[in-house]
């Protein structure tokens, strides 16, 4: 009984890691989006965004030591151009970034500027093409942590793309079908290349497709600025039946 208990276990833990995958990311070194925090003023771009709380990029390895967990922090958001306070609760400490939750009910005005900003719609206008050192691959992005790459045959068709919304992410490929998950970032070697840096990231997928961030990516290519044949190829992508 025990001898199976420990091949059930192990079978498990197969099955999640198989769940997982790494891949490296391109992200722009310094973002629009930024928090001011007092009272140094030092000023950190934001890595990641949600009504819960964000997290801040680490450019110099030594800003990670000015954090610690559980800790207050206090600031101003800089968001669409506009600044927010924000007070909020240190949860997560690493070499890149540090991840924070804020600590009470946010102002209105504050609530009002998250929900536009992190509107799949409005996110969608806002990505824009990026320059790529591999040209198989077209990327295109948008505002702390929204990215989008499509790779291309040498005839010009796609054969997978993958989209990444702030930790959530959906990818399609020939072999798999759709698939989505969240993401991780993993403490491997950041690699940077002018205002570029490619981050290893975790993907963890789910166990089936969910169809709440298929919805968000559709919504989000139908209101990019995409050529047409584009997002009508993402979108028949996005609703083939999948290989989960």
Request: proline fraction near 5%; charged fraction near 30%; glycine fraction near 8%.
């Amino acid at each position: 009984m025990t001898q199976r208990s420990q091949n059930l276990k192990d079978t498990s833990k197969k099955e999640d890691e198989a769940q997982k995958e790494k891949r490296k990311i391109p992200r722009i070194l310094v973002g629009y989006e930024q928090f001011r925090i007092k009272p140094d003023g030092k000023v950190f771009s934001l890595g990641d965004l949600s009504h819960k709380g964000m997290s801040l990029r680490i450019l110099d390895p030594n800003d990670s030591f000015s954090f610690s967990l559980g800790s207050e922090i206090e600031g101003t958001m800089n968001l669409m151009g506009k600044k927010f306070p924000i007070k909020a609760n240190v949860r997560h400490v690493s070499k890149y970034y540090v991840g924070c939750e804020f600590l009470s009910e946010l102002e209105p005005e504050t609530q009002k500027a998250l929900r536009q900003f992190l509107d799949p719609d409005f996110l969608g206008k806002t990505l824009k093409p990026m320059p790529y050192h591999d040209q198989s691959v077209i990327w295109y992005h948008g505002p702390t942590g929204v990215d989008v790459l499509l790779w291309r045959e040498l005839d010009g068709s796609f054969n997978r793309f993958s989209l990444f919304l702030f930790s959530q992410y959906v990818q399609w490929n020939e072999k798999e079908g759709v698939s989505t998950g969240q993401t991780f970032l993993s403490d491997d070697q950041v690699e940077i290349s002018g205002i570029v840096r490619f981050e290893t990231t975790v993907l963890n997928k789910d166990k089936k497709v969910d169809p709440g961030k298929l919805e968000i990516a559709k919504r989000l290519v139908l209101s990019s600025i995409f050529p047409e044949d584009l997002k009508h190829w993402c979108c028949r992508r996005l609703g083939e039946k999948n290989g989960s």
